[in-house]
């Protein structure tokens, strides 16, 4: 009897300990985590800089109230604010949490300014932005959204790719063009660098701030920083979470000085957001995931896998229909439905995880070794073969 609630539908694997790109279960099983929690541990499990900051802070302070001052999230900040567009960083918790704030903010700037009816937020259809109330009818999915009523309201939404969707959804009333700039969870769909250059265009037209959202995408997955930084755009706002706390949970809101002058003291907070604990932790990811070199290598390995997973897709293309993705965030689109797949890659213990439109999403640490990737390709390959 378990009194968890029930909204999981969890395998029944459960783990003891994890280092590096590997878990070990507790019937003593070792897996491939190509999981990762979601794109979250970035530099994989029990990496020893993390594990000796986290063992140094928790011996002087976990939390202070942002009634204080942090250092620690001073430094932080900085980092981001150095190596971003942003001006300004706004510490949460999650994902869900940071998408809701950059809302707050983009709403907010408009109020400001004297344009209060300016707070319509135009999503992509069937994205995903987390599971908070607004989070969920910003993703405009009816899977999502079921049950959940009354409609959170000042949501449009486009189809992906739609230009001319896009276009007629936009009214006078739209403060913020909102999109993942890789779609995770919506099945590891990229948007083009000549997309975001029009995205941009678009909003700076049409006076319209542009959200990327980059909770999944961002801290280094794609290969670069930002997934948008080759299309060489400046976003207004930018949420990110995940991979930033390499498995401890931070969220932050990057916005430029245009909008941050909404944020007045008393318009936004969260207890926890910003902890010294967490600070600690986010500071020694950044470190690491922000550098040229480290950054350089997720590219060439990524380059690497890509390369090899196309071609198993080309010697089973009644198999696999498309492998999709930038840097480390990968999708394998199968023709049937991809839990079949993802069951047979665990049988052969390499843990991966569903994405929409049959997408098998393949999310190794961002400082996974080559070997590790032959390892997991050998076992893709494999139950290619057996499920053809
Ligand atoms: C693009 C994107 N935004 C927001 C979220 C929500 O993040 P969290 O689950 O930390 O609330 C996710 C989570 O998968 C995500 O992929």
Known sequence: MSYLA????????????GKGSFLYSSNGNKYLDFVQGIAVNSLGHAHPKLVKTINKQSKKLWHVSNAFQIPEGEVLAKKLAKKTFADYVMFQNSGAEATEAAIKVARRYFYTIGKPNKNRILCVKNSFHGRTLAAIYASGSKKMTEGFGPKVTGFDHFKFGDHKSL???????????????IMGEGGIKVISDWCLRELRKICNKKNILLILDEVQCGIGRSGDFFAFEKSK??????????????????GAVLMNKKVASGMTPGTHGSTFGGNPLAMAVGNAVMDIVSNKKFLN?????????????NQIKDKYPNVIKEIRGKGLLIGIQ?????????????????????????????LPPLNVKKNEIDQALKIIKKVCSEIK
């Open 233 to 250: 755009i400046k976003p207004d706002i930018v949420p990110i979470a995940k991979g930033i706390g390499g498995g401890f949970p931070i």
């Open 167 to 181: 276009n007629r959804k936009i009214t006078k009333n739209t403060a913020a063009i909102m999109v993942e700039t």
């Open 334 to 362: 199968i023709y049937t439905d991809q839990t079949k797949f993802i069951n047979k890659l665990i049988e052969n213990n390499l843990l991966t995880i569903r994405a929409a439109e049959n997408v098998v999403r393949v």
């Open 6 to 17: 029930k909204n999981y539908n969890r395998k029944k694997i459960s783990f003891k300990y």
């Open 297 to 309: 290598n997720v590219k060439n390995i990524s380059k690497y896998f890509l390369l090899k997973l």
